[in-house]
């Protein structure tokens, strides 16, 4: 079955810069895009970048672009958010999520990884 | 960006009950709209795919509808389980885009 595993969060002072990992089991994870979405406290959904099966793309949220950077790896079946500039308005519980192809939708996540940008 | 208005924002229902949740689009997506329900301190989890199709192990006490702009939840006989937090979501172009979730209390 399918299994996604985030990894990385933590509390990070202003400024400052954070590698998120998400380690993925279950399916032929090189055939399949990934995306970050993310989930401030108390508030909702908030999708933050997405990286294409064979890696050749990368699409960002305006709110991350230019900071965040989605990466993956298919020998270690992961992908990354490398993050930096980090303020006050990054924190929240980061996902990972598996597109589905066809129609492009996040069909399985994982339990979320929790960043606190805080001094 | 396309903005996605879920209403309402909260309800309160009954077990047994027949509960619908709106999802309107500002512009077109055709059928690209997902549902995902999330209970407190998990990851959502996907429960309806292209507007209608139900995820596999979803109950079918869950429905979808609609098309273009406009979209439904609909949960016929609401169960103990049910109660958390749904949210719409359209994939017809990026950014990916959520509504803002609708909470089903007791």
């Known amino acids: 079955q399918v299994h996604l595993v985030e990894s990385g969060g933590g509390v990070v002072q202003p400024g400052g810069s954070l590698t998120l990992s998400c380690s993925a089991s279950?399916?032929?994870?090189?055939?399949?895009?990934m995306h970050w979405v993310r989930q401030a406290p108390g508030k909702g959904l908030e999708w933050v970048a997405f990286i294409r099966y064979d890696g050749g793309s990368d699409y960002y949220a305006d709110s991350v672009k230019g900071r965040f950077t989605i990466s993956r790896d298919d020998s270690k079946n992961n992908i990354y958010l490398q993050m930096s500039r980090l303020s006050a308005e990054d924190t929240a519980m980061y996902y990972c999520?598996?597109?589905?192809?066809?129609?492009?939708?996040?069909?399985?996540w994982g339990q979320g990884t929790l960043v606190t940008v805080s001094s | 960006d396309i903005q996605m208005t879920q209403s309402p924002s909260s309800l309160s229902a009954s077990v047994g009950d027949r509960v619908t949740i709106t999802c309107r689009a500002s512009q077109t997506i055709s059928a690209y709209l997902h549902w995902y329900q999330q209970k407190p301190g998990k990851a959502p989890k996907l429960l309806v795919y292209s507007t209608y199709s139900l995820q596999n192990g979803v109950p079918s006490r869950f429905s979808g509808s609609g098309s273009g702009t406009d979209f439904t939840l609909t949960i016929s006989g609401l169960q103990p389980e049910d109660f958390a937090t749904y949210y719409c979501q359209q994939s017809y172009i990026l950014p990916r885009t959520f509504g803002r979730g609708t909470k089903v209390e007791i």
């Open positions: 999520a598996k597109d589905s192809i066809a129609d492009s939708y996040f069909d399985f």
């Open positions: 279950g399916f032929s994870f090189s055939s399949y895009g």
